[in-house]
């Protein structure tokens, strides 16, 4: 804040950040109004060096001249607005509580500033929804962020120009099993993806198959009434003591009253027999949940384990699907 302040130009950094955040009364266009306030400032200032620097160690952001930091301070935020928009509107990743990084941002927004903020071509999308979808499950940015983001710039110039960024083969599939034996938490980027790739699904109400509204307050914890257990906690204790519910497989997104007076500790064959005499829609509020029948996938036996196995094979085709997108040449 103290390098780049500047009364002649009244900036001021701190102040231009809670702005971003939270709008002024002369502009409401901001962060919160599009429920991506859990941005940190750090982020916002590798988004501004990104654009200025190509790169965001911290050794080049000191490097960064107040002039330069100051000219590049509403470009770099038009273009974070346009990415998180994309993430909003093409990703379909409604809130930043579910990123499984926050520094996913700076190559988005250097995208948007690479093109002057244009809408993407549809190969275009794709590939970026390609490189989310593979820097979140390569846990990509859990250690040496900054120099990885740097790398990744190159990457997102390539789609910005018209090109195909090359990745591992290993790190654009995966199968069933591993998604089987993922452990649920909120503070694990592979899990957050898997979270991102639900909620991009519109994920609709048990009860009335009206689209479940996702809120950044109530996503911090593992313990939110958002997260359901689709095979209760309670019920499984006292059921099948010898297995955890914890997996993500049996992680649904829902809102909190269903989860609370809906659902509660019953067995799914029960809490579903009752929901499908409320909602004559209840099967496709399941497909968008990626639960196909409950017949198939062991809902309507109490089968946990073929559950798991359905819905994780289910999830890995999807993220697959996203990993190996068809772009036209």
Same mark, same amino acid.
């Given at each position: ?9 009244? %900036? ?23 429920? %991506? ?73 250097? %995208? ?27 846990? =990509? ?88 257990? %689709? ?11 010898? =297995? ?42 399941? =497909? ?42």
């Amino acid at each position: 804040v103290a390098m780049t302040y500047d009364d002649k130009r009244h %900036f001021d950094l701190a102040e231009k950040y809670e702005e971003l955040v939270d709008g002024t009364d002369e502009d409401d266009a901001c962060l919160s109004k599009a429920k %991506f306030d859990t941005i940190p400032e750090t982020t916002v200032m590798q988004a501004v060096s990104a654009i200025t620097a190509k790169s965001i160690r911290a050794k080049d952001i000191l490097k960064v001249k107040r002039d330069d930091f100051i000219s590049n301070w509403e470009p770099t935020k038009a273009s974070l607005f346009m990415a998180v928009d994309f993430l909003r509107s093409e990703l379909k990743i409604p809130v930043s509580q579910l990123l499984p990084y926050n520094a996913i941002l700076v190559p988005l927004a250097y %995208f948007f500033h690479v093109t002057k903020n244009k809408k993407p071509a549809k190969s275009q999308i794709l590939l970026l929804e390609q490189f989310f979808y593979w820097s979140g499950l390569a846990m =990509r940015y859990t250690s040496a962020a900054d120099s990885k983001v740097g790398e990744d710039l190159k990457k997102i110039a390539e789609i910005a120009n018209g090109g195909r960024p090359t990745y591992s083969s290993d790190e654009l599939h995966y199968d069933g099993q591993v998604i089987e034996n993922t452990w649920f938490s909120t503070g694990n980027a592979f899990c957050k993806t898997i979270l991102c790739l639900l909620a991009s699904q519109q994920p609709k109400s048990f009860d009335t198959n009206g689209l479940v509204i996702l809120d950044n307050s109530n996503l911090k914890i593992a313990s939110s009434r958002n997260y359901h257990h %689709f095979f209760p906690r309670d019920y499984l204790r006292k059921k099948r003591p010898d =297995r955890e519910a914890n997996w993500i497989a049996n992680i649904t997104l829902i809102d909190a009253y269903s989860n609370k007076h809906t659902i509660g500790a019953k067995a799914p064959s029960a809490y579903i027999r009752s929901l499908m005499k409320a909602n004559s829609k209840l099967k496709s509020a399941l =497909r968008s949940h990626l639960i196909r029948d409950p017949e198939t996938f062991g809902i309507m036996d109490d089968d946990y384990d073929l559950f798991l196995a359905k819905r994780s094979a289910f999830i890995a085709d999807r993220l697959n699907e996203k990993l190996n997108p068809e772009v036209g040449g």
